[in-house]
């Protein structure tokens, strides 16, 4: 993504497409999944919602006086996160939305261009249902 750092775009842009295992934004193409943050796009070492943790979303929480909204892409399949995690991010005054990739990536984009405090945590899918 920049030559410095790899993973990580140093600015929070909307998603242009998702699927084939990544997402494109920023006319750019990142393989694996994606964390969205005001302070820019990062690699994302998550391929399951059971390694969403505490410690997955540590950036997340580090960036939580910027945050509103936070949505979260689970893959194909909702399923619930644990509530320890929706505990510590509604302590920092985040609100969560735990839906499928497709719906968080169209959710995030639409919050995004309204310039909304969002963020996202985008676990990639092969292919868009």
Known sequence: MTENTPGHFPQQVGIDAYGNSGFRFADMSHRGSLLCLPTGMLGWNVTTPAEITLDSLAPVFGAADDIDV???????DIIGLLPEIRAALRE???????????????????LLAEHRAVAAALIAVDRVR
């Open 70 to 76: 936070l949505m979260v892409g689970l893959g194909h």
């Open 92 to 110: 920092r005054g985040i609100i969560v939305e735990a839906i499928t990739t497709g719906s968080a990536v169209r959710t995030y984009n639409v």
